[in-house]
């Protein structure tokens, strides 16, 4: 059986380690940048970390994937969010029903090999829908048996911005940059600013990774009996 606890840690460090170097290259005297030159990668900074963030969520949910297919449970006993994910993905047909008689009959023989088997690979890509807010984070966590984060959660809360008001801040700096915005209106990006966001990512990523082995502990995976 694959050790998922250290492979997913090892992810953590890296994108941990990684995030931390940028902020050091580009907000310390490590480096003697000129002005031009701080100012324009401080901009991007954030879409950086942004890339970060996104890599670490799509790389984590195939290494849950990757386990929970490692254990050769059959498909029928896996949870319906899981087995709703999976027929979703695997057949397109569910999202655009064939009109052709002919196209009809194929879907139904696919889905007939598919049942008369008793166990599957899940589907191994997860939609981010490039904008990893928090919404789209929890519909991924629900998608597999997963608890959500609530919009108040740790030190992300009153009198600070909550969780989900934190995400959305976090994507408009990205999406500014990313789509050739300008984000001058927004907090200039300092170290403190990216300090800030660093910070965020980590404590979710910590998170997830106790929500995963929540889930392994716990079989949420498997259908509730």
């Known amino acids: 059986m694959m050790d998922f606890e250290n492979e997913h840690l090892s992810i953590i460090e890296q994108y941990e380690t990684s995030a931390l170097e940028i902020e050091r290259i580009l907000f310390t005297s490590r480096y003697k940048l000129n002005r031009k030159h701080y100012s324009l990668l ?3 900074s954030i879409s950086i970390l942004y890339s970060y963030w996104e890599g670490y969520v799509q790389k984590s949910f195939r290494l849950y994937i990757e386990y929970i297919n490692s254990l050769h449970i059959d498909f029928n006993q ?12 695997t057949f397109k047909e569910f999202r655009e029903y064939p ?17 008369s088997e008793r166990q599957h690979d899940i ?27 609530p919009e108040h959660w740790e030190c992300y809360t009153y009198p600070n911005a909550n969780l989900k008001e934190m995400l959305n801040i976090f ?36 998170a997830l990774h106790d929500k995963f082995m929540d889930g392994i502990q716990n079989q949420t995976f498997m259908k509730a009996q």
């Open 42 to 44: 401080a901009v991007q």
């Open 78 to 89: 896996l949870s319906n969010e899981i087995v709703a994910f999976h027929m979703d993905k």
């Open 99 to 115: 009109t052709k008689t002919r196209q009809k009959i194929i879907f139904f023989d696919k889905l007939r090999d598919h049942f």
């Open 123 to 149: 589907y191994q890509v997860v939609n981010t829908e490039s904008n990893v807010g928090f919404s789209v984070l929890n519909k991924l966590l629900s998608q597999f048996s997963l608890q959500v984060f």
């Open 171 to 206: 994507l408009r700096y990205r999406n500014g940059v990313a789509h050739g915005g300008d984000i001058s209106s927004e907090e200039k990006v300092t170290q403190e600013v990216y300090a800030k966001y660093r910070t965020l990512v980590n404590d979710l990523m910590y």
